[in-house]
């Protein structure tokens, strides 16, 4: 019965690996996010797909590459890990149309990354 | 572009006192405003919002009233309880173009019994 559902919870790597986290709604929302929240709590936004169609791409680097593949879904993948990527990641919906628009948004759980 | 700031915590309450977190705005034309709880280890919770101004948005004994004015939206607790103690994020949405929340930084609220 989640509504927005991550995964890993948590996730611990070396340096220079690759990593992806995944992130499920089922909403029925038609846009999703991930963002960033740094050790001191600061939230940025970093990726929006709406209806698969990517609308915002923050100056992140190209390192993190969001796919999503169907509305329901938006994964992150991260290549070349580095130190300065640990944080915890948050996926979030939101609808934007009729009773769905009401414009908070809904967030999953977070998955923390852990980089040594 | 769109900013929201914040008091910066942590606030250190005893039960039962009142609580006031300040938040203003920058903003172009009418952004919808919302406040969300993060409890330790745990998502963002959506805790109350204002879609217009002089709208009081409510839940849980937290109030907060969209002062156009004043761009705030300054969220106020009669009596806090030791289970109120979390991180609270001020943010906001624009009802066009960007839709993406932009938040505050965050204030940490700590509630002793």
């Known amino acids: 019965d989640t509504a927005v559902s991550q995964t890993p919870k948590y996730l611990v790597t070396q340096m220079g690996n690759d990593k992806s986290i995944k992130c499920e709604q089922n909403?029925?929302?038609?846009?999703m996010y991930w963002y960033k929240q740094d050790s001191k709590k600061f939230l940025k936004i970093m990726f929006s797909?709406?209806?698969?169609?990517?609308?915002i791409n923050e100056t992140v680097p190209n390192r993190f590459s969001p796919k999503s593949p169907d509305k329901a879904h938006l994964n992150l993948h991260i290549n070349s890990l580095e130190l300065g990527d640990s944080a915890v990641y948050f996926c979030?919906?939101?609808?934007?149309?009729?009773?769905?628009?009401?414009?908070?948004?809904?967030f999953g759980e977070g998955s923390r990354l852990t980089v040594l | 572009g769109d900013s929201v700031t914040q008091m910066e915590g942590p606030v250190t309450l005893s039960e039962e006192a009142f609580l006031t977190i300040n938040c203003t705005y920058t903003a172009t034309g009418y952004p919808s405003l919302f406040w969300y709880v993060q409890y330790p280890g745990e998502g963002l919770q959506l805790l109350l919002k204002a879609t217009k101004a002089d709208d009081k948005g409510s839940n849980k004994g937290f109030e907060a009233t969209y002062r156009k004015e004043t761009t705030s939206f300054h969220l106020e607790k009669g009596s806090v309880q030791v289970s109120d103690s979390a991180v609270y994020f001020c943010?906001?949405?624009?009802?066009?173009?960007?839709?993406?929340?932009?938040f505050g930084s965050g204030t940490r609220l700590q509630v002793q019994p």
């Open positions: 797909y709406n209806n698969k169609e990517l609308i």
């Open positions: 979030a919906s939101r609808g934007t149309s009729g009773a769905l628009g009401t414009g908070e948004l809904f």
């Open positions: 909403l029925g929302h038609d846009t």
């Open positions: 943010a906001l949405s624009r009802a066009t173009g960007r839709r993406a929340l932009t």
